[in-house]
């Protein structure tokens, strides 16, 4: 595990898109993994002033998001699909035709998993998986006590999560869905390289747990532990419970 820590949000957001932006100079048809939520906004911003300021191209990409909502319209505001246009996609020269996001609005979310399960064997591995984490340890939506062997699963929030992202639909006076698809740890694990991403005081003790503590599947950030080419990009703030 390599740790980068920053001494304020907007340096680990420029880390973080230097890293990306080298994996993709030096590999142009790049296999993305990337997440959604507060943490990895600065990222995209980050890639975008890059794309314009430094001509950095993501035209021959691929991105695979690590999850979606189940039962949400495609285009909901809140749909990770809606996000990742939002914040990233719509700014950058991405080929919407290599952008895959799990069809959480599809009629049969069962198959919708397995059609990402399958798309997602197809690619393996991924070159560069950026991941948040929730406070609980989620990874994606891998909540814990998800198990480590699978590609991609149909799983349940927890209150938690769920709690954690009401802010996000008070504005519809929306319900957070019950459940969402996501990218299983087999597939995270297997990717070449991964960034964690954690900003914040609130993420210090998962961080630790995550990090410094034994291996449980009650804490899915934890299977990453003994990954190959694993960087840990933390704020001084998330990193401040850690035993340097
Ligand atoms: P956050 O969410 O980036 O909004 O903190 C992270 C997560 O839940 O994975």
Known sequence: MNLHIYENDTALARGAAGMVADALRS??????????????????????????TEALSFAQASFFNLDEYVGLPRNHPQSFNTYMHRYLYNFVDANEERIYIPRGWAEDPAEATQEYATLLAQHQPLDLLVLG????????????????????????????????????????SQEVPRLAITMGIAAMRQARQVML?????????????????PQTVDLPASALQFHTNFQVLLDQKAAALLQL
């Not at 990222?43 to 890059?50: A, F, P, V």
């Not at 005081?201 to 990090?211: M, V």
Request: charged fraction near 20%; charge should be negative.
């Open 27 to 52: 590999n142009p048809t790049l296999k993305l993994g990337l997440p959604t939520g507060s943490t990895p906004l600065g990222l995209y911003s980050q890639l975008i002033h890059l794309h314009h």
């Open 133 to 172: 984490i929730g406070t609980n340890g989620h990874i994606g939506f891998c909540e814990p006590g998800t198990p480590w062997d699978k590609i991609c699963c149909l799983v349940e929030l927890l209150p938690e999560t769920r709690e954690a992202n009401a802010r996000h639909f008070a504005e519809e």
């Open 197 to 213: 991403l954690a900003m914040g005081s609130d993420k210090a003790e998962i961080i630790r747990q995550a990090l410094q503590e």
